[in-house]
């Protein structure tokens, strides 16, 4: 079975049978931080997300920035190019504001030869595919299509022209859990050699319990592959430190999916136990990454996958600030920005240099399409993609 049709998806690996639904429950590992308290600067959110200029795209589209605002003063702000997540303004251990994601001032910085020529994604939607297809080929009822290679041999996050190059059409709005942005996008048959028309939602709700939630649902009319996604990157120490060495990382998972020299999967689903993939238990970033050849840029695979489950938790001691991720997606990606070289100046002129931001990118696993024993990617006519990804924000102090 491929994606949800009435809200339940099962699928089979080796030794393991994965649920994943569409639900409400709590997260069964819940971080140990508390829900900070409004300060005194804190003012109610407003009925409506306000938005403003983000400068011209190149082909010459006024683009918009929202932001999005809860009762306590955090604020997340959004662009209707690539569904860029910008800024997460959220308080630390002692409640001042700070911005713990990486972004830029303006569209023409995502648009820059600079920016394009290290393809960071930096904040984006990504798809039609996030991640790898090897060789940028698969085979799907009985046709092999092939897709734009753009690393190396490979398609990587949609190919040349993905989600993160697309200007969607936004509209802010309000729900009962908070301030929302809608955004759509029609990926039509073909484009960048995917098959069907693929019409895809993607809302963002800002929630007063300091929470980001992306809820992802498309439909196609012809067999296609789908693997949505976000490519954030997170630094919680906002104005602390350069680099996320010191955030201690928890992963919920006993394997990962062992990659080659060109990051693509094996097959093989190894046991982190012993080795430095072994987030079961909290490490920081940087305590073994040495260990591994160019730093973390793998995919775990997550022992709970029935309803909403706890994807990874992140605590940053310098600031306070915790982040916990919580999906109903088999597998999470985590990449320790180890392409990032300081060539590219983000915010405020801040240089992202190696290690400025680490991503948690809920998925399903690199090149299912190419691997029958991964959980399937395939979307039908008829059938309903929909996944809920949700990163909140607490403190420790």
Same mark, same amino acid.
């Given at each position: 079975?491929?994606?949800?049709?009435?809200?339940?998806?099962?699928?089979?690996?080796?030794?393991?049978?994965?649920?994943?639904?569409?639900?409400?429950?709590?997260?069964?590992?819940?971080?140990?931080?508390?829900?900070?308290?409004?300060?005194?600067?804190?003012?109610?959110?407003?009925?409506?997300?306000?938005?403003?200029?983000?400068?011209?795209?190149?082909?010459?589209?006024?683009?918009?920035?929202?932001?999005?605002?809860?009762?306590?003063?955090?604020?997340?702000?959004?662009?209707?190019?690539?569904?860029?997540?910008?800024?997460?303004?959220?308080?630390?251990?002692?409640?001042?504001?700070?911005?713990?994601?990486?972004?830029?001032?303006?569209?023409?910085?995502?648009?820059?030869?600079?920016?394009?020529?290290?393809?960071?994604?930096?904040?984006?939607?990504?798809?039609?595919?996030?991640?790898?297809?090897?060789?940028?080929?698969?085979?799907?009822?009985?046709?092999?299509?092939?897709?734009?290679?753009?690393?190396?041999?490979?398609?990587?996050?949609?190919?040349?022209?993905?989600?993160?190059?697309?200007?969607?059409?936004?509209?802010?709005?309000?729900?009962?859990?908070?301030?929302?942005?809608?955004?759509?996008?029609?990926?039509?048959?073909?484009?960048?050699?995917?098959?069907?028309?693929?019409?895809?939602?993607? %809302?963002?709700?800002?929630? $007063?319990? #300091?929470?980001?939630?992306?809820?992802? &649902?498309?439909?196609?009319?012809? +067999? @296609? /592959?789908?693997?949505?996604?976000?490519?954030?990157?997170?630094?919680?120490?906002?104005?602390?430190?350069?680099?996320?060495?010191?955030?201690?990382?928890?992963?919920?998972?006993?394997?990962?999916?062992?990659?080659?020299?060109?990051?693509?999967?094996?097959?093989?689903?190894?046991?982190?136990?012993?080795?430095?993939?072994?987030?079961?238990?909290?490490?920081?970033?940087?305590?073994?990454?040495?260990? %591994?050849?160019?730093?973390? $840029?793998? #995919?775990?695979?997550?022992?709970?996958? &029935?309803?909403?489950?706890?994807? +990874? @938790? /992140?605590?940053?001691?310098?600031?306070?600030?915790?982040?916990?991720?919580?999906?109903?997606?088999?597998?999470?990606?985590?990449?320790?920005?180890?392409?990032?070289?300081?060539?590219?100046?983000?915010?405020?002129?801040?240089?992202?240099?190696?290690?400025?931001?680490?991503?948690?990118?809920?998925?399903?696993?690199?090149?299912?399409?190419?691997?029958?024993?991964?959980?399937?990617?395939?979307?039908?006519?008829?059938?309903?993609?929909?996944?809920?990804?949700?990163?909140?924000?607490?403190?420790?102090?």
């Amino acid at each position: 079975m491929s994606f949800r049709r009435s809200g339940l998806l099962a699928v089979t690996l080796p030794g393991l049978l994965l649920l994943a639904a569409c639900g409400s429950n709590p997260s069964a590992e819940q971080t140990t931080a508390t829900a900070p308290a409004a300060d005194s600067t804190s003012t109610k959110a407003a009925a409506m997300p306000t938005s403003a200029s983000f400068g011209k795209a190149l082909d010459g589209t006024e683009i918009q920035l929202f932001t999005l605002t809860n009762k306590q003063g955090a604020k997340a702000a959004i662009t209707n190019y690539a569904g860029t997540l910008v800024s997460l303004m959220m308080p630390d251990k002692d409640g001042k504001m700070g911005d713990v994601v990486l972004g830029f001032d303006s569209v023409s910085d995502y648009q820059s030869p600079a920016f394009r020529k290290a393809n960071p994604y930096i904040g984006a939607l990504i798809g039609r595919y996030g991640n790898r297809i090897a060789k940028g080929k698969f085979t799907l009822d009985g046709k092999q299509y092939q897709l734009p290679t753009n690393n190396g041999a490979n398609s990587l996050h949609g190919g040349k022209t993905g989600y993160d190059q697309r200007i969607w059409e936004a509209t802010p709005g309000t729900s009962a859990e908070g301030q929302t942005l809608t955004l759509k996008y029609l990926s039509k048959d073909g484009e960048e050699g995917y098959p069907g028309n693929l019409q895809i939602t993607v %809302v963002y709700t800002l929630t $007063d319990a #300091n929470a980001l939630q992306i809820d992802y &649902t498309a439909t196609t009319d012809k +067999a @296609t /592959v789908v693997n949505l996604t976000n490519h954030a990157y997170f630094n919680l120490s906002h104005g602390v430190s350069k680099d996320i060495l010191a955030h201690k990382v928890t992963i919920p998972a006993d394997r990962y999916t062992v990659v080659d020299a060109d990051l693509i999967p094996t097959g093989e689903l190894r046991p982190v136990k012993g080795t430095p993939f072994d987030f079961t238990t909290p490490h920081a970033i940087g305590e073994r990454i040495a260990q %591994v050849p160019g730093g973390y $840029d793998h #995919n775990w695979v997550l022992n709970n996958t &029935t309803g909403q489950h706890s994807a +990874a @938790t /992140v605590y940053d001691p310098a600031s306070g600030r915790t982040m916990e991720v919580t999906t109903d997606q088999p597998g999470i990606q985590f990449y320790t920005g180890n392409f990032l070289d300081g060539t590219l100046k983000g915010k405020g002129g801040t240089v992202y240099g190696k290690h400025a931001g680490f991503c948690l990118e809920t998925q399903h696993f690199p090149d299912s399409p190419n691997q029958p024993k991964f959980p399937s990617t395939v979307l039908k006519p008829g059938e309903t993609y929909h996944t809920v990804s949700t990163y909140t924000f607490g403190v420790r102090k």
